[in-house]
C-alpha cells in the first residue's frame, strides 16, 4: 500500500506588512508496488494499465534509423509487464497501427506470444513520409480509449526532425486534445528536431524530454524509460493546494528532480482550494516550490498561509502547513530558507540557459553572453556539477563566480540541444 510523507521547508516570519510566503514541500511516496497483471498496485491502483510506443518512422529517419528504433522498441517491449495493454505505432505524415494488426485502434495485453508477435511486426516498418506528431498523439489517445479500464497511461515518442507536415495551431489543438489523458515521455533523435517543438508536448502531457545522441543510445534509453514506467504503480496522485480567504497563490511549480510549472494546470476543488496533477508515482521524492501573498498585516500576527496535501482518489494521503508569523526582528525576517533559495536558484539557472540559447539562435551574442554567464554563475550557486560541464561545452568559462564567460565560436549542435534538452533537471540541496 503506497504511503506518502510531507516536509515542509520555509522562513515563516515576515517583516511588518510583509506578505509573500514561499516555501517547499517534500512529497515522498513508499510502498508505491510496481505495474503487474490486473491492476497497477499500490493506492489508486486498481484498474489496467497501458502502454503505447510510438516510433518515428518518417524519410528522414532513413533505413538504418528505422532499424535501430525497430531494436529499441524491442528493448522497451522486454521491459513490460505479462497483462500490460500495449501497442505501437509507425508516425509518419500519418500514424499507422504497427501492432496489433494494422487496420483499427486496438490494444492488446503483453504476453510471452503477443511480445514475440509485435518484435516480428518492428521488423516490417521502413523510413517514408514526413512529420505530424500531434497525428500521432491523437491516434495514442485512441488506442486507449479502446480500453475502459485503463487507469494507467503511458506513451514514449521518439521522432528526429521538426513536425513539418502539421501547423504549430494543429499541434497545440492535438496536445489539448490529449492533455490528461496519459503521459508522454519524448525523445529527439540526433540534431535535426527541435528542443522547444517537443519540450511543448512533454510539458502538457506530465513527460520528459531529452536527447539521444546516437542510434545506438537507443535501446538502453527506451528500456529505461519503459523501466521507469513499470516502476510507477500508482496511477495517478494531485497536489491540493488550499490558501485563506484574500490570500493569491502565486505559483505552483514542481521543482525537483525536474522543473515543472504547474500553475497553469490548477482545477478548481472550492473557492479557497486548486488541484495540480502530479501524475503516477514510484517510490520517490518530489519537491514542490509553493508561493502565496497574504494581505499585509502587523507584527505579532499569525496565519496559517497554505496547506498543502497529495491526494489519491479524494483521500488526502499527506499534508504540510505553510505558516506565516510577522516579527519585527530584522534577523528572523531576512533569513531565507536554504531549500528555498537553492530551488529558486535552479530556476532562474533553467529559464537563462534557454534565453541563452535562444538569443544565440537569433545572433544577439551579447544577450547570449550574458544569460549564459548568468546560468554559469548560477550553477556554481547551486553546486549543479553536471549543469556547469554541460554549459562548459558552450561557452569557455572565464570566471564561474561572476559569471564571466565568452561564445565559444565552434560548438556541436548537439551539445547545444543537450544543454537545453537537460536544463529543467534539477539537483537536490546539499544537506
Known amino acids: 500500500m503506497a504511503e506518502f510523507t510531507a516536509q515542509v ?37 486498481t484498474g489496467d494499465a497501458g502502454e503505447v510506443i510510438v ?18 522498441a524491442a528493448a522497451a517491449l522486454d ?16 500514424a499507422r497501427l504497427c501492432y496489433p494488426d494494422g487496420y483499427h485502434a486496438a490494444m492488446v495485453r503483453m504476453s510471452t506470444q503477443t511480445r ?16 505530424a506528431m500531434g497525428t500521432w498523439l491523437i491516434a495514442a489517445g485512441q488506442l486507449f480509449d479502446s480500453i475502459p479500464s485503463l487507469t494507467k497511461r503511458h506513451v514514449i515518442l521518439l521522432t528526429d526532425g521538426e513536425n513539418q507536415h502539421e501547423t504549430p495551431q494543429q499541434l497545440d489543438r492535438a496536445i489539448e486534445a490529449v492533455r490528461g489523458r496519459f503521459q508522454c515521455d519524448c525523445r529527439g533523435l540526433g540534431a535535426a528536431w527541435q528542443v522547444g517543438e517537443v519540450r511543448r508536448i512533454a510539458q502538457a502531457l506530465l513527460g520528459t524530454v531529452d536527447l539521444i545522441r546516437r542510434w545506438d543510445d537507443m535501446p538502453a534509453e527506451f528500456a529505461a524509460m519503459m523501466r521507469a514506467s513499470m516502476a510507477r504503480g500508482l496511477a495517478d496522485a494531485t497536489l491540493r493546494v488550499w490558501a485563506p480567504q484574500g490570500a493569491q497563490v502565486m505559483f505552483v511549480r514542481q521543482v525537483a528532480p525536474t522543473l515543472e510549472d504547474l500553475t497553469a494546470r490548477r482545477r478548481e476543488v472550492n473557492a ?13 521524492t518530489r519537491d514542490y516550490h509553493v508561493a502565496v501573498r497574504l494581505p499585509a498585516k502587523s507584527v505579532g500576527a499569525e496565519q496559517l498561509a497554505a496547506r498543502v496535501q497529495l491526494v489519491v482518489d479524494d483521500q488526502v494521503m499527506a499534508q504540510g502547513l505553510v505558516k506565516a508569523k ?94 537545453d534538452t537537460a536544463s529543467t533537471k534539477t539537483v537536490r540541496v546539499r544537506k
Request: aromatic share 4%; net charge negative; with cysteine.
Open 9 to 45: 521547508h520555509q522562513n515563516e516570519h515576515l517583516p511588518d506588512g510583509g506578505t509573500d510566503v514561499h516555501a517547499i514541500v517534500s512529497m515522498t511516496c513508499t510502498g508505491a508496488g510496481s505495474v503487474g497483471l490486473g491492476g497497477t498496485g499500490g493506492i489508486g491502483g
Open 55 to 72: 516510433v518515428d518512422t518518417s524519410g528522414s529517419m532513413e533505413q538504418e534509423g528505422v532499424r535501430a528504433a525497430q531494436y529499441a
Open 79 to 94: 521491459q513490460i509487464v505479462d497483462g500490460v495493454y500495449f501497442a505501437i505505432v509507425a508516425g509518419d505524415h500519418e
Open 116 to 131: 514475440l508477435e509485435a518484435k516480428q511486426a518492428l521488423t516490417r516498418l521502413y523510413p517514408d513520409g514526413g512529420t
Open 272 to 284: 479557497l482550494t486548486g488541484a495540480y496533477p502530479t501524475g503516477s508515482w514510484a517510490d520517490e
Open 326 to 419: 510577522w516579527s519585527a526582528d530584522d534577523l528572523l525576517t531576512a533569513r531565507i530558507s536554504p531549500e528555498v533559495a537553492h530551488y529558486t536558484g535552479q530556476t532562474e539557472l533553467a529559464t537563462a540557459i534557454q534565453q541563452g540559447l535562444a538569443a544565440k539562435a537569433l545572433g544577439d551574442d551579447a544577450t547570449a553572453t550574458n544569460k549564459l554567464g548568468r546560468a554559469v554563475q548560477l550553477a556554481a550557486q547551486t553546486g549543479d556539477e553536471a549543469a556547469t560541464g554541460r554549459l562548459a561545452r558552450v561557452v569557455d568559462i572565464e570566471d564561474a563566480a561572476t559569471g564571466r564567460v565568452r561564445l565559444r565560436r565552434h560548438v556541436d549542435r548537439l551539445d547545444e540541444m543537450e544543454l
